[in-house]
């Protein structure tokens, strides 16, 4: 599978991000072929957050990948924490017991990378900070990312924090593309133009820091799939024409969509269908044309000015 860097880093990535949320949809079986075959097709980055399933995801990942010494030197993992029941938690505290639990459930010594998950607005940075330290002595933690944060909660983190902010996971799919579309619309009256979240798409690139789109194949928030979805017949159709043509499926080509930007993001699938997967890696050698591109974005109902 192709590979990029992530942030400024030196880690060697996968373009596609297995994500592990529904890993507990798995039996053990199902989980540990759902594993392996992943390692088969090169897509060795795993990510996991401490309230998937409780935890639970975590530790059924463990044991479907077999987890030793050897195993865990060719894998790549990549955690969360920070949302715990009805708040946000950045304290220096709850990170460091959230790694020290998400090591124990991933039966490893160190994380690749930690992502702060959903802003803390309590959040007081110098504690971030010296948690990072910790986890980076201690060799906990190798790198560290944020998820779902705006400019600005970066660069007030980057005020104190010293290591690199190599990756910010967000929220985005052809249909849930404000962070292209305000971009594309600027001074312009249409709701298209609302700049939701302070140009994150342009800051990252500025900053080396890799996008993480998740949920690629959402609308709304956790509402379905837009694929095969009567509500979007128009995205669906000149999907299904454009798969044609290169003759890979529609679940492709909703990934190349985003493998097109040249933001060079990694994609966080949801997936627990291995052919699914299997399309979805599919999508790293496929390189959409800058006219595909925006017809795709069109048939979506996004406007151009």
Not at 16 to 33: P, Y
Not at 76 to 98: A, N, P, T, V, Y
Not at 178 to 199: F, K, L, P, Q, T
Not at 232 to 247: G, H
Request: proline fraction near 4%; aromatic fraction near 8%.
């Amino acid at each position: 599978m192709k590979t990029i860097k992530l942030g400024t880093s030196s880690l060697e990535v996968p373009v596609i991000a297995v994500g592990c949320m529904r890993i507990n949809s798995l039996d053990s079986k199902q989980a540990e072929q759902f594993v392996q075959t992943s390692l088969e097709l090169g897509a060795n980055f795993f990510d996991h957050a401490d309230i998937y399933g409780g935890g639970k995801c975590e530790e059924i990942f463990a044991d479907a990948i077999h987890m030793n010494d050897d195993i865990r030197e060719k894998i790549i993992l990549q955690s969360k924490c920070g949302i715990r029941k009805g708040m946000f938690d950045f304290s220096k505290e709850h990170i460091l017991e959230s790694v020290d639990n998400i090591l124990k459930r991933l039966k490893t010594d160190y994380l690749d990378i930690l992502l702060l998950h959903r802003p803390d607005a309590l959040v007081e940075p110098e504690e971030v900070a010296e948690a990072f330290d910790l986890l980076e002595s201690t060799g906990k933690v190798r790198h560290f990312g944020v998820s779902n944060q705006n400019p600005m909660q970066i660069q007030l983190l980057k005020k104190y924090v010293k290591q690199p902010i190599v990756a910010n996971q967000l929220q985005l799919s052809i249909t849930n593309a404000n962070m292209i579309s305000n971009g594309i619309n600027v001074n312009m009256e249409n709701e298209s133009a609302v700049n939701r979240d302070g140009s994150i798409l342009d800051f990252c690139r500025l900053h080396d820091i890799t996008v993480q789109p998740w949920s690629p194949f959402q609308y709304g928030f956790f509402e379905g799939v837009f694929l095969d979805n009567d509500k979007f017949p128009v995205l669906n159709e000149k999907i299904n024409e454009i798969a044609a043509k290169y003759e890979v499926s529609n679940t492709t080509i909703a990934i190349a969509w985003l493998l097109r930007h040249p933001a060079r993001m990694q994609p966080v699938t949801g997936t627990m269908n291995i052919e699914r997967l299997q399309d979805c890696i599919k999508a790293g050698d496929i390189y959409l044309t800058r006219q595909e591109w925006y017809e795709i974005y069109r048939a979506a109902g996004n406007v151009l000015p």
